[in-house]
C-alpha cells in the first residue's frame, strides 16, 4: 500500500490528463491513423513529401486557403536552397504601396509572407458561395485529431448515404462534423503531376499536403524533438546523480 | 530593538552587509539549519516544487510580453510571430503554457496531500488558509491568461466564466461590464487582462512569502502527524532537504520537458488555434484541464446562481476546513476510516473532472452531481462527524521511536509501553 499510493496517484492525474481533449462522439466515421515521418519523439518532416506537399498547395489549396502566417523563406526547412525560395517568391505578386503612395504589386521576395487568394474576408466568402476557406497556417493543430484528421478531410469524399439529405452546393464528407462541407473534393487521383516521379494517388497526395501543413503549423519541429531528446538524457543522468548523492547523504540517518 | 546585528560570518564583507541588513543570518536560520522533521516523503516536495513551478512562470511570462500585443487585432498573430519569428520563442510559450499546467499538477498534490496528513489542523490553520488564497490567485491568473492568445476558446471561455459574476443579485451586472471595459468581451477586456496577468503574478510571490513565513513559525508537518519532540526528531534543512527535494525536482523537469518538447499541445484545446470569432460559437466551450472539476460543480444544478454559489463555495469550504475537521489526529495514518473517505474524495474529484470535459447529457448529468454531492458532504457533513466517532490508531511516541511501523527500535526501547491517545 506504501508504495502503491504515489503510483495510484499518478495514475488518477493521468487518467484526469487523458480525458481532457474530450472529442464529441458524432456521426462521423472514426478518423484514419497512418504512420507520420513526424509523429514520436525523434519525428522529423519528410523532406521529399513535403516539397510535393508544397506542389499541392502551389497549385491546388492556395487558389482559396492562405498560409499568412508562414514566410517564402520558411521553406527552407523543407529543404528548398535560397535560389529555389527566391524564384518561387518571384513569381508570386504581393500588394504594395508605391512611390506616388497609390497602391500596387510587386514581385514578392523570401521575407514575405505568403501571397493570400483574397484581399479579406468578405472577398473570399464572396468568392465561394458564401463559405471563408480558413488560413492553413496552423490548421494541423487547430483541429481535433490533427494531421489525422486533416488527411481525413482530403480523402473522405464519398456518395451521401440513402436517405441522407445534402444542402444545395455541399458534399458529403465521411471526417466533416455534420458530414456536410462547402469544399468541393479538392483533390483526385491525378491532381497534381509530380517531378520526382511518384506515384500521384489521392492517399499519396493528400498525405504529402498535409506533411507540408504539418510543416508550416510547427517548423521548430525538428529542432524541438533534438532539443527535446538532449534535455531528458541530460535530466536522466542529472537525476540518477542526485538520487545517488542523496543515498549516499542519508545512509546515516535512521528514518 | 534598535543597533546591528550580531553577526557571526567570517567574511568582512559579508559580515559588514549582515552587521546591517542580516539577511544571509536570516537565509542561514531558516533554509540552512532549519530543523525539519526527518521522516518526509517525496510528497514534502511538491511546496519547494511550485515555488521553481512560480518562477519558471514569472521568467517565461516577462520574455514573452517582451513580443505580445493585447490587441484583438493582434493578439493571435503576435502570438504566432514569437512561434516562429522570436529566438526561442516556441520554447517560451510552450514552456509557459505546459508551466501552467506542471503548476497545477503540483500544487493540487501539494493540497491533497494536506489533506491525507492532516497539514491543516492547529497550529497550521493560517499557513493552510494562505494556501487557499495563493490557489485562488492562481485560478483567476491562469484563466486570465488563457484568454490572452484570443483563440476561439480565449474568447468563449472569457465570455462564460466573466457572465458568471451576472448571477449576482443587484450587483452582478455592474459587475460583469466593469470586468469587460464594456458590454461584450473586446479590446478593453483584453487589455485589462493582459495588464491583470501580469499584476497577479507578483500578489502570488506575496502571499507565498507569508505562507513561507507562516511555515517557519509552525514548522512543517509530517507523515506522522506528530510534532517533533527534540533534535532527534529533525535534521538541518542543508543539505539533507536540499538534496532530496533536487531529486524531486530533476524528476519534475523530465515530466515538464516530455510535455514541452514532444506533446506541447496535449493538454490545451485545438480551438484555441483558430482566431477569437464573436460571430461563431464552438460546440462545446470547455476550460483548462485544471478547472475541469469546478466546471462540472457550476452546471451541477440547473440555476446560474446555485452553481455559481457551489463553485465558489468548492473553495470557500477550504477556508474553514480547519475548523470542520474535528479529529485531534492530524494523520490519515491513524484514521483508519478518514483514510477511506480521503480517497473517496480523490475519486469525487477526478469524476467531476471528467464530468466537466464532457457535455452535460446523459451519464455525465448523475456523475456531476453526485460527485458535487459527496465534495461537500465530505468537507460539511463527514469530517465534522468523524472526528467524533472515528477510533484513531494508536499515535507514535515520537518521531525516531515510531512504534508502529517495525523499523528498527535502538535497544531497551522496544520494551516500553505504547501511549495511547
Known sequence: MRTLRPALIAALLGAAMLATPARAAEAEAALPSLNWSFSGLFGTIDRAA?????????????????????????LAGIGLNE???????????????????????????????????????????????????????VITKAREGGANYIYGILTGYDDPPA????????????????????????????????????????????????????FIANPELEQRHRMGVRVVLFLLFLTGLSYAVKRKLWADVEH | MVGLHESDIKNPLLRWVDTRLPVISLLQKEYAVFPTPKNFNYFWAFGGLAMVNLMI???????????YTPHVGMAFDSVERIMRDVNYGWLLRYAHANGASMFFIVVYVHVFRGLYYGSYKAPRELLWMLGVVILLLMMATAFMGYVLPWGQMSF???????????????????????????FSVANPTLNRFFSLHYLLPFVIVGVVFLHVVALHITGSNNPL?????????????????????????????????????????????????????????????VPEWYFLPFYAILRAVPSKLGGVALMFGAILVLFVL???????????????LYRIFFWFLVIA???????????????????????????????????????RFERPLPLPESISRPVLGGGALPDGAAARPMETV
Open chain 1, 50 to 74: 513535403a516539397q510535393r506537399g508544397f506542389q499541392i498547395y502551389d497549385s491546388v489549396c492556395s487558389n482559396c486557403h492562405s498560409l499568412k502566417q508562414a514566410y517564402y523563406r520558411d
Open chain 1, 83 to 137: 535560389e529555389q525560395i527566391k524564384a518561387i517568391a518571384a513569381s508570386k505578386t504581393v500588394p504594395d504601396i508605391d512611390e506616388a503612395g497609390q497602391p500596387t504589386e510587386r514581385p514578392a521576395l523570401a521575407s514575405d509572407h505568403f501571397r493570400a487568394p483574397f484581399a479579406n474576408d468578405r472577398a473570399a466568402r464572396a468568392a465561394n458561395n458564401g463559405g471563408l476557406p480558413p488560413d492553413l497556417s
Open chain 1, 163 to 214: 436517405g441522407f439529405h445534402l444542402m444545395e452546393g455541399m458534399h458529403y464528407n465521411k471526417y466533416f462534423p455534420g458530414n456536410q462541407i462547402a469544399m468541393i473534393p479538392p483533390l483526385q487521383d491525378g491532381t497534381v503531376t509530380y517531378t520526382d516521379g511518384t506515384i500521384n494517388s489521392l492517399n499519396q497526395e493528400a498525405r504529402d499536403v498535409v506533411t507540408f501543413l504539418t
Open chain 2, 57 to 67: 512562470m514569472l521568467a517565461t511570462g516577462i520574455f514573452l510580453a517582451m513580443s
Open chain 2, 156 to 182: 468563449w471561455g472569457a465570455t462564460v466564466i466573466t457572465n458568471l459574476f451576472s448571477a449576482i443579485p443587484v450587483v452582478g451586472e455592474p459587475i460583469v461590464h466593469l470586468l469587460w471595459g464594456g
Open chain 2, 225 to 285: 502527524g506528530i510534532e517533533p519532540k527534540g533534535p532527534q526528531d529533525t535534521l538541518p534543512f542543508h543539505p539533507y532537504y536540499t538534496v532530496k527535494d533536487s531529486v524531486a525536482i530533476c524528476v519534475y523537469f523530465i515530466v515538464f520537458a516530455m510535455l514541452v518538447f514532444f506533446f506541447p499541445n496535449a493538454l490545451g484545446h485545438p480551438d484555441n488555434y483558430i482566431p477569437a470569432n464573436p460571430l461563431v460559437t464552438p460546440t462545446h466551450i
Open chain 2, 322 to 336: 480547519p475548523w470542520l475537521d474535528t479529529s485531534p489526529v492530524r494523520s490519515a495514518k491513524f484514521r483508519p
Open chain 2, 349 to 387: 474529484c477526478v469524476a467531476l473532472g471528467f464530468a466537466g470535459a464532457n457535455p452535460p447529457e446523459g451519464i455525465w448529468v448523475p456523475i456531476g452531481r453526485i460527485g458535487t454531492a459527496y465534495y461537500f458532504f465530505h468537507f460539511l457533513v463527514l469530517l465534522p462527524l468523524l472526528g
